[in-house]
């Protein structure tokens, strides 16, 4: 039987607005096992951005249970979340979020600057980062030298640069040409096949979606349907 890497129970989040109180997320139940590749998918508003940041401890459920490779989020403090995430999760943004000031390199060894590595040992675990994304003749560049395509290339680096068994994208090609987001979804892909990663999605492209082995369909913070399908 497969190892579950995620797993909820009736999670809800509520946003209380001046006097209204918003659903963004209700009675969510799913699982999702070790070496999944899996779309998120939804309208805006859906509650799969909500669901993903619960699941990388970015917000806390108001209601409702969620195990992540193992460990009770809502059990854990604001330290230990942040021990935890750095070590087990790579998270990957719609903007990029890269530091302009720094190099492709440096804003990749950023999250290993958290660990006990030497100097000389995150510059190296850096450099292979970039060079299975790709950008191993881009590593002294900023991120006003590179493209769009480039620079969420450099972001999947620093996701993964801790080597993490989870890795969370929020719409990773929503900024992207066509062509780019091509070879950002077949990075996802191989780090699936390749590496034994999950992955998990947020995405609202059929396209994207066809990376994935198993699509999730949220709607008005409901989660509606579930399907498998051979990935790409």
């Known amino acids: 039987m497969s190892e579950a890497i ?19 997320l209700k009675d969510v139940t799913l699982r999702i096992d070790k070496g999944d590749f899996v779309a998120l998918m939804g309208p805006s508003g859906s509650g799969k951005s909500t669901l993903l940041h619960l699941i990388a401890a970015m917000d806390r459920p108001t209601e409702g249970e969620i195990r992540v490779l193992g460990h009770n989020l809502r059990e854990l403090n604001d330290r230990q979340i942040a021990h935890w995430r750095n070590e087990h999760v790579g998270f990957i943004f719609q903007q990029f979020n890269l530091i302009p000031v ?41 991120p006003r030298q590179l493209s769009g395509g480039q620079e969420q290339r450099v ?5 993964i640069v801790t080597d993490p068994a989870l890795i969370l994208a929020d719409e990773p090609t929503g900024n992207l040409d066509a062509a780019s987001a091509q070879e950002v979804l077949t990075i996802l892909s191989r780090l699936k096949k390749e590496f034994g990663k ?12 066809q990376f994935a082995n198993r699509i999730h369909h949220l709607e008005k913070g409901e989660l509606i349907s579930e399907s498998a399908q051979p990935a790409v």
């Not at 972001?155 to 996701?159: D, G, H, K, L, N």
């Open 155 to 159: 972001a999947i680096a620093r996701a």
């Open 6 to 24: 995620i797993e909820t129970s009736n999670l809800s989040k509520q946003y209380v607005r001046d006097e209204f109180t918003v659903d963004a």
């Open 198 to 209: 999950t992955v998990v999605m947020v995405t609202h492209d059929p396209h994207a979606a």
């Open 102 to 142: 720094l190099t492709a390199l440096e804003n990749v060894e950023l999250p290993l600057k958290l660990t006990n590595l030497k100097k000389s040992e995150r510059i190296e675990h850096a450099a292979t980062a970039l060079k299975l994304v790709g950008l191993g003749d881009r590593m002294k560049h900023f």
